[in-house]
């Protein structure tokens, strides 16, 4: 059974920093490109970075650009996103993300349950 499981949410304060991770459990992690989305109430899901099977490639939406890194460490089953200079709008629940062969995770083969990050101004 294929587990994506997020920690590291939480409360903080606009300019301060976070760092999400995703344990992966139950698939062959080195086999599949990982995302990271977010959903803020009232708002579709989007995509916010994504990264490579072996993770020299990576992917961000225009507005973490500079200010979010994902990561992946395969020995662990893990993927990471660092936060740093968070914002207000940043505010949201985000979810770890799967996706067989590709870094193209939409649409995921698997998702996790989410982690809320909330962003006090």
């Known amino acids: 059974q294929v587990q994506l499981v997020e920690s590291g949410g939480g409360l903080v304060q606009a300019g301060g920093s976070l760092t999400l991770s995703c344990a992966a459990s139950g698939l062959t992690f080195s086999n599949y490109g990982m995302g990271w989305f977010r959903q803020a109430p009232g708002k579709e899901r989007e995509s916010v970075a994504a990264?490579?099977?072996?993770?020299?490639?990576?992917y961000y939406t225009d507005s973490v650009k500079g200010r979010f890194t994902i990561s992946r460490d395969n020995a662990k089953n893990t993927v990471y996103l660092q936060m740093n200079s968070l914002k207000p709008e940043d505010t949201a629940v985000y979810f770890c993300?799967?996706?067989?062969?590709?870094?193209?995770?939409?649409?995921?083969?698997?998702w996790g349950r989410g982690t809320q990050v909330t962003v006090s101004s």
């Open positions: 993300a799967a996706k067989f062969m590709s870094m193209i995770i939409s649409p995921p083969n698997y």
């Open positions: 990264i490579s099977r072996s993770g020299p490639n990576t």
